[in-house]
T-cell receptor
Framework: AQTVTQSQPEMSVQEAETVTLSCTYDTSESNYYLFWYKQPPSRQMILVIR??????QNATENRFSVNFQKAAKSFSLKISDSQLGDTAMYFC?????????FGAGTILRVKS | DTAVSQTPKYLVTQMGNDKSIKCEQNLGHDTMYWYKQDSKKFLKIMFSYNNKELIINETVPNRFSPKSPDKAHLNLHINSLELGDSAVYFCASRLTGSSYEQYFGPGTRLTVT
């Protein structure tokens, strides 16, 4: 079975600082996709970043980047220059077949 | 120009009632999903349709019945509602063979009293 583990239930960071959210997953597949989704208080699910497992290069989207360690099955999200608008629940997700398997989420609070 | 829309956004009803949630996407996607987010914010897939065909049916009580009249619509009907059905239900869609990204609707908060 595919599982996704986010070991940090809550985190906080000062505005303009950098924070890293952890995610590990378990799979026997060799080709797959990983995602980070953001869910602000509005509850809309917003895609932050995605990573194809066959790509060695870590994905980057503006202030968001990932550290993808395939052998360790680790997929952490780094947020640089944190902004108040980054306050949200962040979900790591693994695409298995045709369905997304989500981690339990990490609540991130950005403080001014 | 809403991509994935759901109606209603909020639904409050009593135990034992039957209710439906509708989902529509205008992205030209061919696969649609229903997810349930419980009170602890845990998200789990319930169903998926591809071109109106059911392709994923997780362990969900048969009181839940999805229906896809066409590729752009996926509805969820729930019979004999129970307190434990209270949750946020998300619809999502994607285009197979693309970047595998799923686009989510705004969610429907269902409260059963």
């Amino acid at each position: 079975a595919q599982t996704v583990t986010q070991s940090q239930p809550e985190m906080s960071v000062q505005e303009a600082e950098t924070v890293t959210l952890s995610c590990t997953y378990d799979t026997s597949e060799s080709n797959y996709y990983l995602f980070w989704y953001k869910q602000p208080p509005s509850r809309q699910m917003i895609l932050v970043i995605r990573q194809e497992a066959y790509k060695q290069q870590n994905a980057t989207e503006n202030r968001f980047s990932v550290n993808f360690q395939k052998a360790a099955k680790s997929f952490s999200l780094k947020i640089s220059d944190s902004q108040l608008g980054d306050t949200a629940m962040y979900f790591c997700a693994f695409l298995y077949g045709n369905k997304l398997v989500f981690g339990a989420g990490t609540i991130l609070r950005v403080k001014s | 120009d809403t991509a994935v829309s759901q109606t209603p956004k909020y639904l409050v009803t009593q135990m034992g009632n039957d209710k439906s949630i509708k989902c529509e996407q205008n992205l030209g996607h061919d696969t649609m999903y229903w997810y349930k987010q419980d009170s602890k914010k845990f998200l789990k897939i319930m169903f998926s349709y591809n071109n109106k065909e059911l392709i994923i049916n997780e362990t969900v009580p048969n009181r839940f019945s999805p229906k896809s009249p066409d590729k752009a619509h996926l509805n969820l009907h729930i019979n004999s509602l129970e307190l434990g059905d209270s949750a946020v239900y998300f619809c999502a869609s994607r285009l197979t063979g693309s970047s595998y990204e799923q686009y989510f609707g705004p969610g429907t908060r269902l409260t059963v009293t």
